[in-house]
């Protein structure tokens, strides 16, 4: 299997790394069988619900134990110290160590620009999510490069100083890429 990881930032911590290779060895063996069953269709295709849950799925294949889309208190996006009620998009607990994700997905990556604006919407909602919550957080942005044009503009991405971690998944000719940006505590 190659490589699935594309981008390390400075900082991560080793145990975050061997726990996100083995939920995207786990996410790239599911979208391959998915692939194949639904004739090249792709799980971040549909709708955010759908992109979140199948991550949820893979995290369980790697061995985790995974809550998606689940009700939350959350921090007021305005006001920090207000309660309000929410839903957090993905958890899940490692062995040891919780991770929770808000997610946003893109049907066009098509600059680099428009894919940091969209990643900081999602590190907007995780800035909502109350620190007991996990040990660690991220802002996660699932996109499927359609052409050359896109790939090229999600490597681009990739390799910027608005993503801490970058992995791609599924076909060559049609990648999904999964970009994160981790809060720090």
């Known amino acids: 299997m190659s490589k699935l990881r594309i981008k390390t930032a400075d900082g991560p911590k080793e145990e975050i790394l061997a ?3 083995a939920w995207m060895k786990a996410a790239s063996q599911l979208y391959r069988r998915f692939g194949r069953r639904l004739d090249g269709d792709s799980p971040f295709e549909y709708h955010e619900v759908a992109a979140v849950g199948f991550l949820a799925n893979a995290a369980a294949l790697a061995g985790f134990i995974p809550m998606n889309e689940y009700d939350v208190f959350k ?3 305005d006001d920090k110290r207000t309660k309000v009620r929410g839903r957090a998009d993905l ?3 490692a062995g040891g160590r919780c991770y929770s994700f808000e997610c946003k997905r893109t049907r066009r990556p098509v600059t680099p ?7 900081g919407y999602a590190m907007g909602d995780v800035d909502c999510v109350r620190d007991d919550e996990y040990h660690h957080a991220a802002g996660c942005l699932l ?3 359609r052409d050359s044009k896109r790939i090229a503009a999600c490597d681009q991405f990739a390799a910027s100083d608005d993503v801490d971690i970058a992995y791609r998944i599924g076909p060559k000719a049609k990648p ?5 940006r981790l809060k720090e505590k």
């Open 176 to 180: 999904a890429y999964l970009f994160f």
């Open 143 to 145: 996109t499927v490069a």
């Open 19 to 21: 726990d996100w290779d």
């Open 91 to 93: 958890w899940f607990d």
């Open 75 to 77: 921090r007021g996006r």
């Open 113 to 119: 620009h428009y894919l940091g604006q969209r990643l």
